[in-house]
């Protein structure tokens, strides 16, 4: 986030700073294990891209850890059904993301658990901070906000302490704790066997130490590994101006709207440049915490319920902010590496395209009725030609209500973030974009890819010019 926020961030900071010496406050988070939080420092340090790509990335052989972490991840034997390891829901062949386009994955000892929220790519984690209420932005101008952890609600301080819940998620891999891990550990062997080569027999024996070792390799592996990232996009050639990395003219205007304060304003949150505190190259989060009011998501069985609600930062998954009404619908700001190869958008995973993420973003305010239900009304007889078709909802209602931000409590709306593209305009006023510049958008957006190839890769149709 920026500071353009018409004066929401300040009073975010005087409440917190008022909630600071009231009660109730949120209790101090459990100190890390050093080992993770050592290891995850020393690799962030050792991660190529953070030297600024100025030559080819070392090749360095895994650390037995590492090694141990990499078997552990593609091990299905490790889930109570047997067939789900993390690589089930984080392929490697997708950016780390589910490869498929279900909005919530199934899991749980007979695979027919749906989980609550869409899974994320593991890619570009290595410079995440730990949650903090008032962290420092990246972007070295924006006042201390809630940013930083791991999983939507920022809950994990680490990717080692992250890897417990999967696998013992009930919907995920649903082991009843870390002993049935270690146990389903100990009888896979190939498993088994890495897991000794990196930490010795006797560490298999208990499970108070076994576990952490299980997490230290989980970690060890995201963190060493260079397909977690391996910044090899359009993006990266273009920023340190190597072969190749000459953007289109669509490229281009998309990049610069991508950053204009004045119409697309992704950068605000989306930070496109290195940042100026650790160095770290252009990670386009800020990992800060915003309400952006995205769709309910009636796909996601624990919806039906009526009641329920992810308000992300405030709860339920996450516990110890529930009572900060002011966090409530806040979610982190995922980085956008690699963001034109997901298959589900937003922390629910109502939206299924990159074009339709980028509408909901020009037109959430604009046509509300093309992104939340319509009550009361009655769909009409013959509906305008030129009724958009891209939105979440194509039926053209007469009369009725639309249920804006219907994924937030009444209470909690007015925590939604006000600034451009979403600044909050009425309803048949004109977008922030145009046709035009949603399109170039876009194509800025795919140069965020890895793999990229230089005179390989055709630029995507449209893009050209
Ligand atoms: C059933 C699907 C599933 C499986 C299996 C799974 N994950 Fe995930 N993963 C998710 C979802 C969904 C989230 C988002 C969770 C949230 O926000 O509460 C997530 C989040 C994460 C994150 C946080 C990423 C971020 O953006 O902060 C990490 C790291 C992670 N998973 C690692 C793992 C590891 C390691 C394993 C194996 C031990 C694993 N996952 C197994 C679905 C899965
Ligand atoms: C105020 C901060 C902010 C601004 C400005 C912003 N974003 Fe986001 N973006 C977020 C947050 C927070 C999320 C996650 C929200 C959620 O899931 O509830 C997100 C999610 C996304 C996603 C979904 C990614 C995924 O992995 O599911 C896309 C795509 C995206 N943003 C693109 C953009 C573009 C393009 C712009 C500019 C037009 C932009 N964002 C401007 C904060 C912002």
């Known amino acids: 986030m920026n500071t353009r926020r018409n004066g929401?961030?300040?009073?975010?900071?005087?409440?917190?700073?008022?909630?600071?010496?009231?009660?109730?406050?949120?209790?101090?988070?459990p100190p890390p294990s050093p080992s993770l939080e050592a290891l995850a420092k020393a690799a962030a340090r050792a991660i190529p891209g953070a030297v600024g790509l100025t030559s080819a990335p070392p090749v360095r052989p895994l650390t037995p850890a590492a090694q141990a972490g990499k078997q552990l991840f593609f091990d299905p034997r490790l889930s109570a059904s047997g067939a789900q390891s993390c690589a089930t829901c984080h392929d490697p062949a997708h950016a780390y993301a589910p490869a498929n386009d279900l909005p919530v994955q199934m899991g749980g000892p007979h695979g027919t658990s749906p989980g609550l929220r869409a899974g994320p790519s593991l890619r570009y984690k290595e410079f995440t901070p730990r949650y903090a209420d008032l962290l420092d932005n990246p972007d070295g101008i924006s006042l201390p906000a809630p940013g930083g952890g791991f999983a939507w609600d920022g809950r994990a301080d680490s990717l080692g302490?992250?890897?417990?819940?999967?696998?013992?998620?009930?919907?995920?891999?649903?082991?009843?704790?870390p002993a049935a891990v270690v146990e389903r550990l100990r009888a896979s062997a190939d498993s088994a066997a890495a897991f000794v080569r990196a930490f010795g027999a006797a560490a298999l024996?208990?499970?108070?130490?076994?576990?952490?070792?299980?997490?230290?390799?989980?970690?060890?592996?995201?963190l060493e590994d260079p397909s977690f990232h391996p910044y090899t996009s359009k993006y990266d050639l273009y920023l340190y101006r190597k072969p190749g990395g000459a953007l289109t003219p669509a490229e281009a205007r998309g990049l610069k709207l991508f950053k204009d304060k004045d119409t697309g304003n992704c950068s605000g949150c989306h930070l496109s440049e290195a940042s100026l505190d650790d160095g770290a190259p252009a990670q386009l989060t800020d990992y800060s915490f915003e309400a952006i009011g995205v769709p309910r998501n009636p796909q996601i069985p624990a919806n039906r319920d009526r009641r329920y609600f992810d308000v992300g930062l405030c709860g339920p998954l996450r516990e110890d902010h529930a009572h900060f009404p002011e966090f409530c619908g806040m979610f982190k700001t995922p980085t956008l590496r690699n963001v034109a190869t997901r298959r589900t958008f937003f922390h629910n995973g109502v939206i299924h395209s990159l074009e339709q993420?980028?509408?909901?973003?020009?037109?959430?305010?604009?046509?509300?009725?093309?992104?939340?239900?319509?009550?009361?009304?009655r769909p009409k007889a013959r509906p305008d030609p030129d009724f958009p078709t891209y939105g979440l909802i194509t039926v053209q209602y007469v009369g009725g209500t639309v249920q804006k931000f219907n994924d937030l409590p009444a209470a909690y709306r007015k925590n939604v973030d006000k600034q451009l593209p979403l600044d909050g305009r009425a309803a048949g006023t004109a977008p922030p974009m145009?046709?035009?510049?949603?399109?170039?958008?876009?194509?800025?957006?795919?140069t965020l890819t890895d793999d990229y190839q230089p005179g390989g890769t055709p630029t995507a149709p449209g893009c050209e010019s």
């Open 8 to 29: 929401l961030l300040g009073a975010a900071v005087v409440t917190l700073a008022f909630a600071a010496c009231s009660s109730p406050s949120p209790p101090p988070p």
């Open 161 to 177: 302490e992250q890897a417990q819940a999967p696998l013992t998620a009930p919907f995920e891999m649903a082991n009843e704790g």
């Open 205 to 222: 024996a208990s499970t108070t130490v076994a576990f952490p070792k299980v997490q230290l390799a989980l970690q060890s592996f995201q």
């Open 357 to 377: 993420a980028v509408r909901f973003y020009n037109t959430r305010d604009t046509r509300p009725e093309l992104w939340y239900p319509t009550v009361g009304g």
């Open 434 to 446: 145009t046709e035009q510049q949603v399109n170039d958008l876009i194509c800025f957006l795919r």
